[in-house]
């Protein structure tokens, strides 16, 4: 927002120079982003007072003038078709140098000696005008500087305003900043409406059908307007705030938006097709060209202005170019209203359109200052166009209820801002800002807020404009709690913590990838035309096509990140990523969203050193990294072989815990590794985290030391070469119940000792009892429990 030090004067009489007046909004949560001093015109030039005006007697289009600078009197040949007497205009002597670089030299005009040069802005400089001479105001004095006359000694302050303060989008806004700031006065002088053009009633028809997208429009009917060029001082501030100069009715509208921060619109009265206007929502098919001279269709909903033909202006974004102010306007129909910020801002993003108005509408602007703007432009219009306003304003509206009061407590404030500041002062504070406060017993006070600061809803709300109006220096310091967090409330996230910890320690690099897909990585990924996998949300407006979709898997992610590291030469990597997977709900709702832990990796798993050979990270890499995060006492992991899309057939298992399902384990399918860039084999786990984390966050479990001695006895068999050891060691377990303590497979043999078709498998069984020391008898009797049991399951017995 740029804001002219002279036009904020106009409303705070500040003393503070620019500089220290930028710092101290800066600190106050207004940062001033640059100050700039502005170019004060070409040196030399002043008022000239133009006593009285001859026709040259040797040419019809020049006339000689007597000019006063102040001193003297000299006479100056002008030819400009608005030089009259009593007017004050920019006078430049001889030896003068103009800003075009022309050094201005006393001279012969048909016979005449010019003294001087009656300027125009373009030849100061100052603007694009030269139909004629600049002219000053009879009220300025001959002989001041042109600076002086034109209030050219002035500077810009560039303020970035966060989105939550809209009240501070207008030259008034910051005024009332600065005025509770400095505490000192605010003048805002209200506008003088002189209704001169009869009444306005009967003029139009307006009607608002939908209150929630307007619940307040305003207008008023202005007949008689010329077409001059504003003044000078309308245009230059206009221009230095980033708006172009149009015309003088726009310029108008555009000089109240920027003093008051609210948006008008003047459309051509008789353009308005029926004499009726609606404040509606568009419907399907219709279209405008908006003032910018381009034709946009209208998305259904988004809110509009319309006649009784069709829309006239997107509302809240733009007006329509057929019902736009044009040379040939003689009557305005002047708007001033209240849109719903969020149907503003869907009209804004829908069309790809952003503008001053919207920029303040999307934001919030203050449904009490629509008729105070609306005078102040009716005024402004009547008194640089010529216009004669109507009587009487037009107005629809339903108001919503004021805001309940919010309550300010004494402990609150202490406990924020540190003790010491009395409610008496913390009153004062948001009194100065425009607030009503009371108190209302229990050390608290009641706050009701104005209607312009829309970001006021709470008690911290209010706490910070304290802390802004007192000085944020002043907040006193304190030193941070060590104080432990409360167990029950972070049980998760420590549980994260041990987790993410766990893995690094095993090796892992933690990864934090985008929770986006795309289609083309269904296809990378081999998954069927059922997989259910396939069944992703589609997202609105994706980054691109390859992120156009919320991922129901951690896969997609993992092999991004693997074969990424790849092409950067890290061949061995091992990474894990707790993220979120979105699985789509029944009937049409949102997205369902879980917590998945990953596990993936490529090369070796440990690096080669000289006594031992690296290990290639394979599927019992992975099992073993899940079963030390189980180590806590959670259940045993079950595993039991799948076939999924993606992976290597017959080297990929479902998880259990519990006997739920948990996840999937395997190796990635050489194809599929190999789209992704990878050289070698992939190994990649899924699996729920809430299980896992939940187990993690709840106190470890631990068991007494064993009273008796363990027994370990071996157990060699050959089984078919599909026998999953799974499936046998749970068979051993079952053969000796509460006997039988730890089942270890230690060998896999096959060769031409074993037939074809058969392994032969070696497990370690360590047995230990809980009321006594085992016997030989007891020992033996549970190992041929044990081998008759693994015969049932079409074991042979080594």
Same mark, same amino acid.
């Given at each position: 927002?740029? =804001?002219?030090?002279?036009?904020?004067?106009?409303?705070?009489?500040?003393?503070?120079?620019?500089?220290?007046?930028?710092?101290?909004?800066?600190?106050?949560?207004?940062?001033?982003?640059?100050?700039?001093?502005?170019?004060?015109?070409?040196?030399?030039?002043?008022?000239?007072?133009?006593?009285?005006?001859? *026709?040259?007697?040797?040419?019809?289009?020049?006339?000689?003038?007597?000019?006063?600078?102040?001193?003297?009197?000299?006479?100056?040949?002008?030819?400009?078709?608005?030089?009259?007497?009593?007017?004050?205009?920019?006078?430049?002597?001889?030896?003068?140098?103009? *800003?075009?670089?022309?050094?201005?030299?006393?001279?012969?005009?048909?016979?005449?000696?010019?003294?001087?040069?009656?300027?125009?802005?373009?030849?100061?400089?100052?603007?694009?005008?030269?139909?004629?001479?600049?002219?000053?105001?009879?009220?300025? *004095?001959?002989?001041?500087?042109?600076?002086?006359?034109?209030?050219?000694?002035?500077?810009?302050?560039?303020?970035?305003?966060?989105?939550?303060?809209?009240?501070?989008?207008?030259?008034?806004?910051?005024?009332?900043?600065?005025?509770?700031?400095?505490?000192?006065?605010?003048?805002?002088?209200?506008?003088?409406?002189?209704?001169?053009?009869?009444?306005?009633?009967?003029?139009?028809?307006?009607?608002?059908?939908?209150?929630?997208?307007?619940?307040?429009?305003?207008?008023?009917?202005?007949?008689?307007?010329?077409?001059?060029?504003?003044?000078?001082?309308?245009?230059?501030?206009?221009?230095?705030?980033?708006?172009?100069?149009?015309?003088?009715?726009?310029?108008?509208?555009?000089?109240?938006?920027?003093?008051?921060?609210?948006?008008?619109?003047?459309?051509?009265?008789?353009?308005?097709?029926?004499?009726?206007?609606?404040?509606?929502?568009?419907?399907?098919?219709?279209?405008?060209?908006? =003032?910018?001279?381009?034709?946009?269709?209208?998305?259904?909903?988004?809110?509009?202005?319309?006649?009784?033909?069709?829309?006239?202006?997107?509302?809240? /974004?733009?007006?329509?170019?057929?019902?736009?102010?044009?040379? &040939?306007?003689?009557?305005?129909?002047?708007?001033?209203?209240?849109?719903?910020?969020?149907?503003?801002?869907?009209?804004?993003?829908?069309?790809?359109?952003?503008?001053?108005?919207?920029?303040?509408?999307?934001?919030?602007?203050?449904?009490?200052?629509?008729?105070?703007?609306?005078?102040?432009?009716?005024?402004?219009?009547?008194?640089?166009?010529?216009?004669?306003?109507?009587?009487?304003?037009?107005?629809?509206?339903?108001?919503?209820?004021?805001?309940?009061?919010?309550?300010?407590?004494?402990?609150?404030? #202490?406990?924020?801002?540190?003790?010491?500041?009395?409610?008496?002062?913390?009153?004062?504070?948001?009194?100065?800002?425009?607030?009503?406060?009371?108190?209302?017993?229990?050390?608290?006070?009641?706050?009701?807020?104005?209607?312009?600061?829309? #970001?006021?809803?709470?008690?911290?709300?209010?706490?910070?404009?304290?802390?802004?109006?007192?000085?944020?220096?002043?907040?006193?310091?304190?030193?941070?709690?060590?104080?432990?967090?409360?167990?029950?409330?972070?049980?998760?996230?420590?549980?994260?913590?041990? +987790?993410?910890?766990?893995?690094?320690?095993?090796?892992?690099?933690?990864?934090?990838?985008?929770?986006?897909?795309?289609?083309?990585?269904?296809?990378?990924?081999?998954?069927?035309?059922?997989?259910?996998?396939?069944? +992703?949300? +589609?997202?609105?407006?994706?980054?691109?096509?390859?992120?156009?979709?919320?991922?129901?898997?951690?896969?997609?992610?993992?092999?991004?990140?693997?074969?990424?590291? +790849?092409?950067? &030469?890290?061949?061995?990597?091992?990474?894990?990523?707790?993220?979120?997977?979105?699985?789509?709900?029944?009937?049409?709702?949102?997205?369902?969203?879980?917590?998945?832990?990953?596990?993936?990796?490529?090369?070796?798993?440990?690096?080669?050193?000289?006594?031992?050979?690296?290990?290639?990270?394979?599927?019992?890499?992975?099992?073993?990294?899940?079963?030390?995060?189980?180590?806590?006492? &959670?259940?045993?992991?079950?595993?039991?072989?799948?076939?999924?899309?993606?992976?290597?057939?017959?080297?990929?298992?479902?998880?259990?815990?519990?006997?739920?399902?948990?996840?999937?384990?395997?190796? =990635?399918?050489?194809? /599929?590794?190999?789209?992704?860039?990878?050289?070698?084999?992939?190994?990649?786990?899924?699996?729920?985290?809430?299980?896992?984390?939940?187990?993690?966050?709840?106190?470890?479990?631990?068991?007494?030391?064993?009273?008796?001695?363990?027994?370990?006895?071996?157990?060699?068999?050959?089984?078919?070469?599909?026998?999953?050891?799974?499936?046998?060691?749970?068979?051993?377990?079952?053969?000796?119940?509460?006997?039988?303590?730890?089942?270890?497979?230690?060998?896999?043999?096959?060769?031409?000792? =074993?037939?074809? &078709?058969?392994?032969?498998?070696?497990?370690?069984?360590?047995?230990?009892?809980?009321?006594?020391?085992?016997?030989?008898?007891?020992?033996?009797?549970?190992?041929?429990?044990?081998?008759?049991?693994?015969?049932?399951?079409?074991?042979?017995?080594?």
């Amino acid at each position: 927002m740029k =804001i002219l030090y002279q036009w904020l004067r106009e409303f705070v009489d500040v003393a503070l120079p620019p500089a220290e007046l930028a710092e101290r909004l800066t600190l106050c949560g207004l940062e001033v982003e640059s100050l700039t001093r502005l170019d004060q015109g070409p040196a030399g030039i002043v008022a000239g007072k133009i006593l009285s005006v001859e *026709p040259h007697p040797n040419a019809d289009r020049l006339s000689l003038c007597r000019v006063s600078d102040g001193t003297r009197e000299i006479t100056v040949v002008c030819g400009a078709p608005n030089v009259r007497a009593g007017e004050s205009a920019p006078l430049a002597l001889p030896g003068m140098r103009l *800003p075009d670089g022309t050094v201005l030299k006393k001279t012969k005009l048909r016979g005449i000696a010019s003294e001087g040069m009656l300027c125009s802005e373009r030849e100061l400089g100052l603007g694009e005008d030269a139909a004629g001479i600049m002219l000053l105001g009879a009220g300025v *004095p001959a002989g001041a500087t042109l600076s002086a006359a034109l209030g050219l000694d002035d500077w810009l302050l560039d303020i970035s305003v966060s989105p939550n303060r809209p009240d501070c989008l207008s030259v008034i806004g910051i005024a009332r900043e600065v005025s509770a700031l400095l505490d000192i006065p605010l003048v805002v002088p209200a506008p003088r409406v002189d209704e001169r053009g009869g009444p306005a009633a009967g003029r139009v028809s307006i009607a608002v059908e939908r209150p929630d997208l307007c619940p307040r429009y305003t207008a008023r009917f202005v007949s008689g307007v010329g077409h001059p060029t504003a003044p000078f001082r309308i245009r230059r501030r206009l221009g230095l705030s980033g708006v172009r100069a149009v015309s003088a009715v726009v310029d108008a509208t555009n000089y109240v938006m920027l003093e008051r921060g609210q948006p008008l619109h003047a459309f051509d009265a008789a353009k308005v097709r029926g004499g009726a206007v609606a404040v509606r929502a568009a419907v399907g098919g219709e279209r405008i060209v908006t =003032i910018d001279g381009k034709e946009r269709a209208l998305p259904p909903g988004i809110p509009v202005i319309a006649d009784e033909e069709g829309p006239i202006a997107v509302a809240g /974004v733009m007006g329509g170019l057929e019902s736009g102010v044009g040379p &040939g306007t003689t009557e305005i129909l002047l708007e001033s209203a209240c849109f719903n910020p969020a149907a503003v801002r869907r009209a804004s993003k829908a069309l790809g359109l952003s503008t001053d108005s919207s920029y303040r509408f999307e934001r919030g602007t203050d449904i009490e200052g629509t008729i105070p703007a609306l005078d102040s432009a009716a005024q402004l219009i009547a008194e640089i166009a010529g216009g004669r306003v109507c009587a009487g304003v037009i107005e629809r509206a339903s108001i919503p209820p004021a805001r309940r009061a919010i309550a300010l407590r004494a402990a609150r404030l #202490d406990a924020v801002l540190g003790p010491g500041i009395p409610l008496a002062e913390a009153a004062a504070c948001l009194e100065r800002l425009g607030n009503r406060c009371r108190q209302s017993g229990g050390g608290a006070l009641a706050v009701e807020p104005p209607s312009f600061r829309v #970001d006021l809803r709470g008690e911290i709300d209010l706490v910070e404009e304290i802390a802004r109006m007192r000085g944020y220096e002043r907040i006193s310091a304190s030193d941070p709690s060590a104080a432990a967090p409360d167990a029950a409330g972070s049980g998760r996230g420590r549980a994260r913590s041990i +987790a993410r910890d766990a893995l690094c320690a095993m090796g892992f690099s933690e990864a934090v990838t985008l929770s986006f897909m795309g289609a083309a990585d269904m296809e990378r990924l081999m998954w069927g035309p059922d997989d259910p996998r396939r069944a +992703a949300v +589609a997202i609105r407006n994706p980054v691109n096509e390859e992120l156009s979709l919320l991922r129901t898997t951690l896969l997609p992610s993992m092999m991004r990140c693997l074969g990424l590291n +790849a092409s950067r &030469g890290a061949h061995d990597a091992r990474f894990f990523e707790l993220g979120a997977v979105f699985l789509p709900a029944a009937r049409g709702g949102p997205p369902v969203e879980r917590e998945r832990l990953a596990l993936a990796a490529t090369g070796l798993s440990s690096p080669s050193n000289w006594c031992a050979a690296g290990r290639e990270a394979d599927y019992f890499f992975l099992k073993g990294a899940l079963e030390s995060l189980l180590e806590r006492g &959670g259940p045993a992991l079950g595993v039991e072989r799948a076939a999924r899309g993606g992976f290597h057939p017959g080297r990929c298992a479902s998880l259990f815990l519990g006997g739920e399902e948990w996840g999937c384990l395997g190796e =990635i399918h050489p194809r /599929v590794a190999e789209a992704y860039g990878l050289r070698g084999r992939a190994v990649f786990a899924e699996v729920d985290a809430g299980p896992l984390l939940e187990l993690l966050s709840s106190p470890a479990r631990h068991r007494a030391l064993p009273r008796f001695p363990a027994v370990r006895r071996d157990v060699a068999v050959v089984a078919d070469a599909g026998a999953e050891a799974a499936r046998l060691i749970a068979c051993i377990r079952a053969a000796g119940p509460g006997l039988v303590e730890t089942v270890t497979l230690f060998d896999l043999f096959t060769g031409a000792q =074993i037939a074809a &078709g058969k392994k032969g498998l070696a497990f370690s069984v360590r047995l230990r009892p809980k009321d006594g020391t085992l016997t030989d008898a007891q020992i033996a009797g549970a190992m041929e429990r044990i081998r008759e049991a693994l015969r049932g399951e079409g074991c042979e017995i080594r």
